[in-house]
C-alpha cells in the first residue's frame, strides 16, 4: 500500500513572524463558520417532536420521513464535499467561503417560509450542497498556514464548533420553538449569518491559499491525486471515517427524540439535557488534541475514541435512571471527542499538502455520505422494532467496525 508522508508548512518568507493572536484568529473565525453551520444542521432535528412543525409539514410522527429529512441533507452535504472541494484548491477560501455562508442564510429564510414537506425536503438538499466545502476548506486552511505540530490544536478549535454548536443549537432552537414557534428557528439561524461574515472578512482576508506539494520532486496535482486514489492507508482513514461520522450524525438527529421518546423526559427538560452531552464531546475535542499533540499516536488516539463511544452508548441501554442515562451518553460522546481533531491530522499524514482540500472532500463526504444515512436507518429500525433502544444498538456495532478497519495502522500512525 502506498502512503504520503507530509511535510510541515513552509515558514512564509513575505510574512513577518507575526504575532499568534493574528495566526490563532484564523482556526477562531472558522470555529464561528462550523458553529453556525452545525446550528443550520441541527435546528430541523430540534423540531421532530413538535405538534405545529409535523402539520405544516403534513406528518405525524413519521420516524422514517422525519429522519429522511437530516439524511437527505447528509446525502447531498457528503456529494458535495466530495465533487466541489476541489474549489477550495483553486478559489481564495475568503471568496468561497463569503458565498457559501450568504447562499446558507437565504436558504434558513426560505425553510422558515416553508408549509410543504417536499419543499422542505429540497430545501435541505440544496443547504448540504451549499455545506459541503466547509469542512475540507477549513483543513486546507489550516494546513496550509500553520506548522504540523499545531495541526491537532488549530484544527481542534475550529472542529470545535460542532460539539458547542449542538451543545447551544438544541437548546437554542428548543426555546426559541417553544417561544416563538418553529419558523423563528430558521430565521435566528439565517440573522446570526451576518456578524460570522463579518468576523471571516476580518480574519481570513490574508490567509495562505496553498503551499507547495510535499514531496521532493514537486509532482503536478494530477500525479499527486493518481497516487492518493492508490493509497490503502487513506482509503483505510475514510472507512473508519463512515463510521465515525455515522456515530456522530446518529447522535445529532435523534437524541432529543431519543430522550422524550425512549426515556420519556419532558420536552421542557430535553434542552438543557441534550446539551450535556455534547458538552462532554467538547471537553474530549480539548483533551485529545492537547494530549496527542504530545504523543503523535493519532490512529492510536481515534481507535480508543470510538472504542469508548461504543462502550458509553452500551452502559446507556442498560440503565434506567436518568442521571445514569446522561452520564454514560456523556462519557460515550467524550470519548467520541478526543479522537476528532486527531482523524484530521491522520489525514494528514498520509495525503499531500497540495491537493489538501481535494483528499479532504473525500474523506469528509464519503464519511458523510455514508453517516447520513444513520439517522434514516436508525428511524426505520424504530418504526419496526417500536424501540428507541435499537437505534443506538446500531451505532454501537457501527463503532465497533469501525475499530477492527483500524488495526492494520496502530502501529506505523
Known amino acids: 500500500m502506498s502512503t504520503f508522508e507530509s511535510q510541515p508548512v513552509a515558514t512564509d518568507a513575505t510574512q513577518p513572524q507575526s504575532s499568534e493572536v493574528v495566526r ?3 482556526p477562531f473565525a472558522l470555529f464561528a463558520c462550523v458553529l453556525l453551520a452545525f446550528f443550520d444542521k441541527v435546528s430541523v432535528a430540534a423540531l421532530f417532536s413538535d405538534p405545529d412543525f409535523q402539520q405544516a409539514m403534513g ?13 437527505a441533507f447528509l446525502l447531498s452535504y457528503g456529494c458535495s464535499s466530495v465533487l466541489l472541494s476541489g474549489l477550495g484548491d483553486r478559489i481564495k477560501p475568503l471568496y468561497l467561503l463569503t458565498g457559501m455562508m450568504m447562499l446558507w442564510c437565504l436558504l434558513m429564510v426560505a425553510m422558515g417560509l416553508c408549509h410543504s ?7 435541505r438538499v440544496a443547504l448540504g450542497v451549499a455545506e459541503g466545502p466547509l469542512f475540507p476548506l477549513a483543513f486546507a486552511v489550516v494546513r496550509h498556514n500553520f506548522p504540523q505540530h499545531l495541526h491537532a490544536r488549530a484544527t481542534m478549535l475550529w472542529l470545535l464548533g460542532t460539539p458547542i454548536g449542538a451543545a447551544i443549537g438544541f437548546p437554542l432552537s428548543l426555546y426559541l420553538l417553544t417561544h416563538f414557534g418553529w ?6 439561524m439565517a440573522l446570526l449569518t451576518l456578524p460570522v461574515l ?13 503551499a507547495p506539494l510535499s514531496d521532493k520532486a514537486r509532482q503536478p496535482r494530477k500525479l499527486a491525486r493518481r497516487q492518493l486514489y492508490r493509497s490503502g492507508h487513506f482509503w483505510i482513514i475514510c472507512l473508519f471515517n463512515i463510521a465515525f461520522l455515522t456515530y456522530l450524525w446518529g447522535i445529532n438527529g435523534w437524541l432529543p427524540s431519543y430522550l422524550v421518546e425512549g426515556r420519556g423526559i419532558h420536552l421542557s427538560d430535553v434542552g438543557w439535557l441534550s ?3 455534547f458538552i462532554a464531546m467538547l471537553l474530549g475535542e480539548g483533551l485529545g488534541a492537547w494530549l496527542s499533540d504530545r504523543v503523535d499516536r493519532r490512529a492510536l488516539a481515534c481507535f480508543i475514541s470510538l472504542g469508548g463511544a461504543a462502550l458509553g ?9 436518568t442521571w445514569l442515562v446522561m452520564a454514560a451518553m456523556s462519557f460515550s460522546t467524550f470519548m467520541w471527542g478526543a479522537g476528532a481533531p486527531n482523524i484530521f491530522v491522520l489525514l494528514a499524514k498520509v495525503t499531500p499538502s497540495g491537493i489538501s482540500a481535494t483528499a479532504g472532500g473525500i474523506f469528509n463526504g464519503l464519511g458523510n455520505f455514508a453517516g447520513a444515512l444513520a439517522p434514516l436507518l436508525m428511524g426505520a429500525m424504530i418504526a419496526g422494532t417500536h424501540s428507541m433502544d435499537s437505534g443506538l444498538l446500531f451505532l454501537v456495532v457501527m463503532a465497533g467496525l469501525g475499530c477492527v478497519l483500524l488495526l492494520p495502522i496502530l502501529k506505523r500512525y
Open 313 to 321: 452508548l452500551l452502559a446507556v441501554l442498560h440503565l434506567q435512571q
Open 117 to 123: 414537506y417536499n419543499t422542505m425536503l429540497i430545501l
Open 59 to 71: 406528518l405525524s410522527f413519521d420516524t422514517t420521513r422525519l429522519g429522511l429529512l437530516m439524511s
Open 198 to 210: 463579518g468576523w471571516v472578512w476580518v480574519a481570513l482576508r490574508h490567509v495562505r491559499q496553498g
Open 183 to 188: 419558523q423563528s428557528t430558521f430565521w435566528v
Open 24 to 26: 490563532w484568529s484564523i
Open 275 to 277: 446539551s450535556l452531552p
